[in-house]
């Protein structure tokens, strides 16, 4: 019996792929510390000197790596919306009841808004510049309709079970599930103020959970 010989790996092959670890583990501290700089100062005030010292970068190879500074804020942009609708398609709700499934879906998007405050900052920076880095992003607008896919799923069984009332749209559910997280806590500054009462105290953000369930299961319901 014949044993293969193994070819043994050349050097140069062996350095091909450090110089691609090295690069892949560069870009991801660059956009790492990017999307720190931008959520905090935005696309104008965001500095390309800072995200290279936070990245222990230089500037040369953030240019070398995505071209420009509005490049790789598209990139740092696409990467969260992608980051956001792949986390939503990992829940798996096919499984469960519509009712359930729905509500985990609510569930999650507020716990993802309260773990992830630069997602918010992020979209507020591009809402600022009418999304002109993503409208350029392919790969988002193919997240987002699978998304939409995922939550037409779910009220179509939930029309089919009588738990659910006919002629929802998809994407305006979305929108209202969004909105009622994403104002709270884009204006849990002024509305602490305004409201004299402390909107990200512990027992407020239960409440405001639970009213946020409440709100959606009552709009879709039979």
Known sequence: MKVARVKPVSNEETGRKKRVRDADATMARILDAAKKEFAKKGLGGARVDAIAEKAHANKRMIYHYFGSKDELFQ??????YIDIRSAEQKLNLDHLDPKEALERLIVFTWDYYLKNPEFITLVNSENLHRAKHLKNSEAVKVYNRRFVSMVKTILDRGVAAGLFR????PVQLNITIAAIGYYYLTNRFTGSVMYERDLMAKNALEERLKFNIETIMRLVGA
């Open 75 to 80: 990139k740092v942009i696409e990467s969260a």
């Open 166 to 169: 006919e002629g929802i749209d």
